[in-house]
Structure formats: C-alpha cells, structure tokens
C-alpha cells in the first residue's frame, strides 16, 4: 500500500462483526464513519500541502523581528521615487507602506506608498512564490510597512494609478516591518479630490428632487396604477444610495488621527512646501547679511499690550507667552547685531474661530538698522517675497502639482517690484466702491478681503503693500508719520486679500518710547530693560513678522489655516 493512501480505522462494529457477522444497520453506520473519516484525512493533507514551510515563510515571506538595532546587514534601499525604467530588470529593495491591494486568483497586485510616491508591485504565483505567498500579500492590510525585493520590470501599458507609472516590481521577497491596525478613517477618502465631492453633491441633490417627483406622483395611487410609479421610486432611492459612494472626512476627524490625514500626498506636499518657505527665507536674508537669532517665549511682560496674552505660572510669579519676539529683535539691533532674523512659535490668547487664526503659530520675523528710510526695509521685504514666490514655483513644481491635484487652485499672480499703496488710498478704492471703510480705523476681515478683490481687478496682482496704517491700528513701538500724525510709518503685506505680514519703522527714543506706552496703556515698569536699552545709542530700525502658516495657505489657495499647521492650536483644540 502506498504511503498516501488512507485506511479508514477499525470501529467497534466491524470488530464483533468479524466473530457474529455484521447487521444492515450496523454495515450502514460503519460505512459512513469511514466516509467521515476518509473525507477528513483528505482535508487534513490537503491542508498540510498548502501550509508554507518554516524555512520559506522566514525567507521569502513573513512577519520580521521588531528593529531593535540589534543588528545592521548594510543592504541598499531604493526610494520608491527613484525607480524609473532606467533600472529594468535590476532587483532591488524598497520599504513602504501598503497604500491598497487587490487580488485576482493567484496574483495580487500591491501599491506600495513611500511619501507620496507610489508604485505598483505584483506578487504572483511561480517559482518560490507560492500559494502561501500570495496569500500573505493578500492579507496585507492598508498602511502595513513592508520591505520588498523584486524587479523592476516596465509594463506593457503605463500605469496611471501611481506616480511611477512607467515601471512596477516583481516580487520575489515580502516582510512585514510594522503591520498597521485598522484605520480610524480610509486615506483615499482623505485623499479624494474636492471635484469628486463636489459632483457627488450635484448628483445626489438632483436624484432627491427626481425622488421628491416621484413621491408626489405616487401619493394616493392604488393597485395596478401605482406599480410603475412605486418601481420609479424604489430606482431613484437605489440610484441615490449608490451615489453616495463617497465618504467625506470631517476636519475633526482629520485632526483627531493626524499622523494618518499627514500621509496623503496632498499633506506631504503641503508641509514640504512649508519647509520650502523656512529654507528660502533663510537663504535670502542670510545672503542679505541677516544673523539668525533665538529669542525667549518666556516673557516678564505682554509684548504687544492687551489682554490676547497666554499667562502662565513661573514659580512664585507669573510669566507670559510672547506674542511676538518684537522686543527682542529691537534690543539685538541694539547691540549692534544690524540684521536680524528669527524662526520660532508666537502665541496669541485670541478666542478667534476664523479660517485665518490660530492660537500658536511660526512666525518669520526679521529686524534691521536703516539709514535714511523705513523703504529700506520695504524693498529688502518686497525682495525677499519675490525670492519666496519665484523658489516655490521652480524648486517645488512637484508638490504644488501634488496639492493641485486634490485641492484645485490658481497659481498666485504677483509683479516685481510689487504694488504699493498708501492706506487713504486703499480707504479711497473701498469707497468707491460702496464700502463703508472708516478713515482712521483698521480694515476688517471683509473688508482686507474685498480690497484684494478690488486690487486683483484693477491692478492685476494678488500681492500688494499697503502703507501708513493711522496711529491707532498700531502697537505703541510704532514710528508716527512725521507729516501726519494720525498715521505712522508702518505697513502690511497681502496675499488673495489677507494680511500675512505686519511691520514698521520702531521708536528708538527712550522718551517717546516711554510716552507711547502709556497712551496705549502699557505698563512701562514690566518692559523697562526693554525702554533701558534705548538709552544707549540706539540706531534707526524698522522690521516685520510674516505668518508662516498663512502664507503657505494663500499661496497655495487653501480656505482654512488649520490644513498649513501640522498640528494647530486653537481655542478649542491642544491635541494631537
């Protein structure tokens, strides 16, 4: 007998069959057991036949140990951006993580996301690749890190569903680095394009009146007269159900579970954009002959005045959060350092729930001697936004395609020299045309946003400077207009219609400096060495502090600044 034929064991029955002879109903019972027993030795093998072996599952396939550094074999990874045709046929090593996966019998066809570049891998049944294999790239689950070991063959067709779309792997090898729990929410709904919902929306409004129709028409028929109409009506519930197909990831939601909203493409560029904007800053000014420089956010005192100040507790006193690094970046000019620049957190204590403010944001701010005119500084900044605007355009092609793509917006339209007007003109412009903008106040919201508008129209920019804010709109530190005293030699920057820098020409007078603190109702005792060391010989200054956030959001017509904040602080939001 061969080794792989099964023998069915002996029962009870057969064994006093064998001395009294076996009855009808006891040969029926016997028979059946057999049956039972043979079916499940055969399963039993077959199973056996298609479990992996030990030694191939560590190999080929499988869970790898924790990285604990134990050990470092030196084998080169290649970035998934990097695979190209130039390496058809070359086997290489990626690690990345399991964007989605399908399988259709004994192929499964992974999309491996390394950032925001994608490839397609295939694992398919020959040679070492067995039936366990496949099995096991399909049990992958979405956002599982892997390292894989293929080649690199160049499909037939491209492939438009990745960013490599002119190449995928053939897998030979596939580990588990770190397996991924089920997700709180799917990133292809996080990642889907606004258009998709948009058109979703239209569709399914447009099947609910059809429905609405429907119903009426329906209403108070019988029998034979209402089939037709009810058949309609149970179409359209069906057609709407199935349009809405789409699920859309609230912003909280997104919030809630940021380290998987940051891995859509859209966020990785967004954030390489934001880094962008922190290097060309620096790049520029540093060619300009700025130092960087690191100030406390750990103050004595408010900065600006006011109540929008964080208060915390400092030992057996009290400190603030600084609302900007202002003061200090006077006091550095102060001590001869000429041109400054810093990076670094800013905190208001303002209880604002608009798109545009957050309660702890970066602020870019720069501060430098001047010679003759506060317009010294203004051309170093009119410069410095060209540099920024013209780098994010060449260096960052890729990424703004990338943002493109889910969140559609028109490239920023910007002249050098930029536009510069003076506020009574702006007041002027708004005027014209039917907006009540008192003379000596502020701009509101609306109405910073319906000047970029206006300005867009009549001057063909999206970027502009607007000069002379009055005196009242100013913090105390702020030069008066020597020829007006109701205005002061200070300035904004707007992109799209919003503010995104804020600036000045300083009062460098100890005397004066002391006098406009008072009229604004700052308590000169808690920034005395800040008044002090204008006492010393202090040169003509003036600065500005530009919100990074913002402008990464304007720039890349975003609509709310909590998408450019990795992760934002607002009045109601401290976690993540």
Not at 197 to 219: N, T, W, Y
Not at 394 to 407: D, G, M, S
Request: contains cysteine.
């Amino acid at each position: 007998m061969a080794e792989s034929e099964t023998v069915a064991p002996l029962t009870a029955v057969q064994e006093s069959a064998d001395e009294k002879g076996p009855s009808k109903k006891a040969l029926k019972k016997a028979e059946k057991e057999a049956q039972k027993a043979q079916a499940k030795a055969a399963k039993q093998q077959q199973q056996q036949a298609a479990k992996p072996k030990e030694e191939e599952s560590s190999e080929n396939y499988g869970v790898l140990p924790l990285n604990q550094s134990a050990d470092r074999p030196g084998r080169k990874y290649v970035d998934v951006s990097a695979l190209d045709e130039s390496l058809a046929g070359q086997t290489v090593l990626v690690q990345a993580r399991v964007n989605n996966s399908r399988g259709k019998g004994n192929l499964v066809f992974l999309v491996l996301r390394q950032s925001f570049a994608t490839v397609q891998a295939v694992v398919a049944k020959s040679g070492d690749v067995t039936k366990g294999f496949v099995a096991f790239a399909a049990g992958l689950s979405k956002e599982t890190i892997v390292a894989v070991e293929g080649t690199v063959t160049v499909p037939k067709e491209k492939i438009e569903t990745t960013s490599q779309q002119t190449v995928e792997i053939l897998v030979t090898k596939l580990h588990v680095v770190s397996a991924a729990a089920t997700l709180p929410m799917q990133l292809e709904d996080a990642a889907r394009p606004k258009k998709v919902f948009k058109e979703q929306e239209a569709r399914v409004k447009a099947l609910e009146l059809e429905l609405e129709e429907a119903q009426k028409k329906l209403a108070g028929k019988e029998g034979e007269e209402a089939k037709p109409l009810q058949a309609e009506v149970d179409r359209l519930i069906q057609a709407k159900s199935e349009a809405q197909k789409y699920s859309k990831v609230s912003r909280d939601t997104r919030l809630n579970n940021r380290t998987i909203d940051l891995r859509t493409p859209a966020n990785q560029a967004i954030f390489r954009v934001q880094s962008g904007v922190c290097q060309l800053f620096r790049e520029f000014l540093s060619s300009e002959g700025f130092t960087e420089i690191h100030t406390p956010k750990l103050i004595g005192a408010a900065s600006e005045g006011g109540a929008d100040v964080f208060k915390v507790t400092y030992f057996e006193t009290f400190a603030y959060l600084a609302q900007s690094p202002q003061l200090y970046k006077q006091m550095a000019i102060c001590a001869d350092l000429e041109r400054v620049f810093e990076i670094g957190s800013v905190f208001r204590a303002e209880k604002s729930f608009t798109y545009r403010h957050l309660t702890e944001f970066i602020g870019l701010d720069l501060e430098m001697q001047i010679k003759e005119h506060y317009y010294e500084v203004l051309d170093v900044l009119d410069a410095l936004f060209n540099y920024l605007f013209t780098g994010l355009t060449k260096r960052y092609a890729k990424e703004l395609a990338a943002v493109n793509v889910q969140f559609p917006y028109t490239p920023l339209k910007w002249t050098y020299p930029s536009l510069r007007l003076k506020f009574p003109e702006a007041v002027a412009l708004l005027r014209e045309n039917g907006v009540n903008q008192p003379e000596l106040e502020d701009l509101s919201t609306e109405n910073e946003r319906t000047l970029g508008r206006l300005v867009k129209e009549k001057y063909d920019t999206d970027f502009f400077i607007l000069d002379k804010f009055p005196k009242s709109a100013r913090p105390f530190y702020t030069m008066v207009d020597p020829a007006d005293e109701r205005y002061t030699n200070s300035y904004d920057f707007f992109i799209r219609g919003a503010e995104i820098l804020s600036g000045a020409q300083r009062v460098h007078d100890a005397a004066m400096l002391t006098k406009r603190a008072g009229e604004c109702g700052v308590p000169v005792e808690g920034i005395k060495d800040y008044v002090n060391s204008f006492k010393y010989g202090a040169p003509p200054h003036a600065g500005g502090g530009i919100g990074l956030e913002r402008v990464v959001m304007l720039f890349l017509g975003l609509t709310n600044i909590r998408q450019t904040s990795m992760f934002p602080r607002d009045p109601k939001r401290l976690a993540p």
